[in-house]
């Protein structure tokens, strides 16, 4: 069974940093490239950024230059850092398998979420 579970979110000042976390089952985190999405009320789902399994990394124009993915293969973890976080970064954030180059999802289930709330 798939198992995402995001965690690390929480309310912070505009410019403050946090970091996500979000182990896998390690049926899917092994073989595939991981991303993190964000979905803000009324918004669609995007992606944020993504790993490949030789550690090549992509992001969305939006986070270049204050967000970082990493993974860690032993843990099936993937994490986020978030740094220099402004208000328009408020949103749920969740993590799923993903083809690398499209960034779409490969896998139809979702974890939870975590939410992350930024205030001006």
């Known amino acids: 069974q798939v198992q995402l579970v995001e965690s690390g979110g929480g309310l912070v000042q505009a410019g403050g940093s946090l970091r996500l976390s979000c182990a896998a089952s390690?049926?899917?985190?092994?073989?595939?490239?991981m991303g993190w999405y964000r979905q803000a009320p009324g918004k669609r789902r995007e992606l944020v950024a993504a790993?490949?399994?030789?550690?090549?990394?992509r992001y969305a124009d939006f986070v270049k230059g204050r967000f970082t993915i990493s993974r860690d293969n032993a843990k099936n973890t993937v994490y986020l850092q978030m740094n220099n976080l402004k208000p328009e970064d408020t949103a749920v954030y969740y993590c799923?398998?993903?083809?690398?180059?499209?960034?779409?999802?490969?896998?139809?289930?979702w974890g939870q979420g975590t939410q992350v709330t930024v205030s001006s």
């Open positions: 799923n398998a993903i083809n690398y180059w499209t960034g779409t999802p490969v896998n139809d289930y």
């Open positions: 390690g049926s899917i985190f092994s073989i595939n490239a």
């Open positions: 790993i490949s399994n030789g550690n090549s990394r």
